[in-house]
């Protein structure tokens, strides 16, 4: 596997359930993204960490919380989600640190609808 | 409140034509900017990058214009291709702190035409 996966690629869940998103990184970077994409808006950023240490919380909800295990993982886990939640979700990765020009990488995204 | 403003939602273009795609830009902290590319149901592609010290970058087909005292940034694809057909957004970041936090666009679908 190359750059950077995410599984499930498609997730169907109702408002009671609980769900765990994944992405890996094959690119040794140090930081890795969850983003949101609603139809009609920009890439909304939700959650950063930078070498494991989460250091950005962009206002979500606690329905969503966030795991990184290691550098290489991600975890997005979602209970009692809201069926305005369905989106496309994208993690990404990049170097990190507090380089200049720090350029991320984005994998292929999970289209997520709450029911 | 919009930072990154991509204010043309689609455009066409002739294939072997030039395509330009624009973004405007509020915060004049922003100095560095990438652009990307996006098919439906992928994630989006990194496509190139412009630092503020710079007004052109160039990379095969693709030239990316800065011009700062406008806020102002431009793709330009030369020549398009059908396959260029996509949503590119423009994204910026400002340098610092402990996070490099990336402001997207909404984007710009452009549809070469054979």
């Known amino acids: 596997e190359t750059g950077v996966t995410q599984t499930p690629r498609h997730l169907v869940m109702g408002m009671t359930n609980k769900k765990s998103l994944k992405c890996e990184q094959h690119l040794g970077h140090n930081a890795m993204y969850w983003y949101k994409q609603s139809a009609k808006k920009p890439l909304e950023l939700m959650f950063v960490?930078?070498?494991?240490?989460?250091?950005e919380n962009n206002s979500v909800p606690s329905r969503f919380s966030p795991e990184c295990p290691n550098s290489s993982h991600l975890f997005l886990h979602l209970h009692t989600l809201q069926p305005e939640d369905s989106a496309l979700y994208l993690c990404a990765s990049s170097q990190g640190g507090q380089g200049f020009g720090d350029t991320q990488y984005f994998g292929p995204g999970t289209r997520l609808t709450v029911l | 409140d919009q930072q990154v403003k991509q204010n043309s939602p689609s455009l066409s273009v002739q294939e072997g034509r030039i395509s330009i795609l624009n973004c405007d830009y509020t915060n004049s902290m922003f100095d560095y900017f990438l652009w990307y590319k996006k098919y439906p149901a992928e994630g989006p592609t990194f496509l190139i990058s412009i630092s503020s010290i710079k007004d052109k970058n160039e990379d095969g087909r693709f030239t990316v214009f800065l011009n700062k005292s406008a806020k102002h940034l431009s793709l330009h694809i030369v020549p398009s291709q059908p396959g260029d057909s996509a949503v590119y957004f423009c994204?910026?970041?400002?340098?610092?702190?402990?996070?490099?936090?990336?402001?997207f666009g909404t984007g710009t679908l452009l549809a070469v035409q054979p």
């Open positions: 960490y930078n070498f494991k240490e989460q250091t």
């Open positions: 994204a910026a970041m400002g340098y610092g702190g402990a996070t490099n936090k990336l402001i």
